[in-house]
């Protein structure tokens, strides 16, 4: 009993916070999608109405948000396999080929991104790709091409900030895999060298299924947090030009912003369960293997 209560006395802080910062949050909000709770209603939040699925209804046929989850979409998709080629990428070279060189600085410097403030990257970038002034365009031009205006245009404002997502995320990715990395066996390695195995055979062979369980959390936990991404167009586009990058937990925080509660917790909730299930899928695809 003891030892028991001594363990509940390290679980409980994790499991307040938990449920004051995550679980009623959650339930609020899904109480919320039922209702036609407004800002003006905070003060008194029993005297909603509800209104049974008619949010989400709503949000089915709502463009702008159609319109964030294809945005959303095309992000994860693209990058997902980006962040985690780069990471892959990165630890197999620090593992191998540049091990002779001081491993730390450039584990540091890939690294770096990841944990420096969205905020600062954002609007740093942001000033990169400015059309007249930014150092993209100007280096373009010192070769003769007209650059565009990366983030003002439909075309390249999202392929501008999956760009600079990717790179501030691979560090990540990197670092798990380059411990998974370091502990296949080298007789493995010995082994495939006996056999007569080059480089690619090896790779292919030896360190892609070992890394198999690491890969899968890198796809699961890099999706979901891309699933969420918000910031990056908050900061740079602000959704923009028309649309073009809003995402869906942007749009949610707009509609947070002007007061509807209720739809935005439809919104949310929906994104949620799709989370889950994108989760869930992966999962289960990549258990198996």
Same mark, same amino acid.
């Given at each position: 009993?003891?030892?028991?209560?001594?363990?509940?006395?390290?679980?409980?802080?994790?499991?307040?916070?938990?449920?004051?910062?995550?679980?009623?949050?959650?339930?609020?909000?899904?109480?919320?999608?039922?209702?036609?709770?407004? =800002?003006?209603?905070?003060?008194?939040?029993?005297?909603?109405?509800?209104?049974?699925?008619?949010?989400?209804?709503?949000?089915?046929?709502?463009?702008?948000?159609? !319109?964030?989850?294809?945005?959303?979409?095309?992000?994860?998709?693209?990058?997902?396999?980006?962040?985690?080629?780069?990471?892959?990428?990165?630890?197999?070279?620090?593992?191998?080929?540049?091990?002779?060189?001081?491993?730390?600085?450039?584990?540091?410097?890939?690294?770096?991104?990841?944990?420096? =403030?969205?905020?600062?990257?954002?609007?740093?970038? !942001?000033?990169?790709?400015?059309?007249?002034?930014?150092?993209?365009?100007?280096?373009?031009?010192?070769?003769?091409?007209?650059?565009?205006?990366?983030?003002?245009?439909?075309?390249?404002?999202?392929? =501008?900030?999956?760009?600079?997502?990717?790179?501030?995320?691979?560090?990540?990715?990197?670092?798990?895999?380059?411990?998974?990395?370091?502990?296949?066996?080298?007789?493995?390695?010995?082994?495939?060298?006996?056999?007569?195995?080059?480089?690619?055979?090896?790779?292919?062979?030896?360190? $892609?299924?070992?890394?198999?369980?690491?890969?899968?959390?890198?796809?699961?936990?890099?999706?979901?947090?891309?699933?969420?991404?918000?910031?990056?167009?908050?900061?740079?586009?602000?959704?923009?030009?028309?649309? =073009?990058?809003?995402?869906?937990?942007?749009?949610?925080? !707009?509609?947070?912003?002007?007061?509807?509660?209720?739809?935005?917790?439809?919104?949310?909730?929906?994104?949620?369960? $799709?989370?889950?299930?994108?989760?869930?899928?992966?999962?289960?695809?990549?258990?198996? !293997?």
């Amino acid at each position: 009993m003891r030892r028991s209560a001594v363990g509940w006395i390290f679980v409980i802080p994790f499991i307040v916070m938990f449920v004051v910062f995550y679980l009623g949050p959650l339930l609020v909000g899904i109480g919320m999608s039922f209702t036609d709770m407004r =800002s003006t209603d905070v003060t008194d939040p029993l005297g909603v109405d509800p209104v049974g699925v008619e949010n989400y209804l709503r949000l089915a046929n709502d463009e702008a948000m159609r !319109k964030a989850a294809v945005n959303t979409a095309i992000f994860v998709v693209t990058c997902l396999p980006l962040t985690i080629g780069l990471g892959l990428a990165a630890a197999v070279a620090l593992n191998s080929g540049i091990a002779r060189l001081p491993a730390a600085f450039f584990r540091l410097g890939y690294y770096l991104p990841n944990i420096t =403030s969205i905020i600062g990257i954002a609007v740093a970038w !942001k000033f990169l790709l400015e059309p007249e002034a930014g150092l993209v365009n100007w280096l373009l031009g010192l070769v003769g091409i007209d650059g565009p205006a990366w983030l003002q245009d439909e075309s390249t404002a999202l392929p =501008s900030i999956i760009v600079m997502t990717a790179w501030r995320s691979f560090g990540f990715n990197m670092v798990v895999l380059l411990a998974a990395l370091q502990s296949i066996p080298r007789e493995l390695y010995e082994a495939g060298d006996v056999d007569g195995a080059g480089r690619w055979a090896k790779f292919r062979s030896i360190t $892609v299924p070992s890394l198999r369980p690491v890969l899968l959390f890198c796809t699961v936990y890099s999706s979901v947090g891309f699933m969420q991404f918000m910031e990056e167009p908050l900061i740079m586009t602000g959704g923009g030009p028309l649309n =073009s990058t809003l995402s869906a937990s942007l749009a949610i925080f !707009k509609q947070f912003g002007v007061g509807n509660y209720g739809y935005a917790g439809a919104a949310s909730s929906v994104l949620f369960v $799709v989370i889950v299930a994108l989760a869930v899928l992966q999962l289960r695809l990549g258990r198996n !293997k």
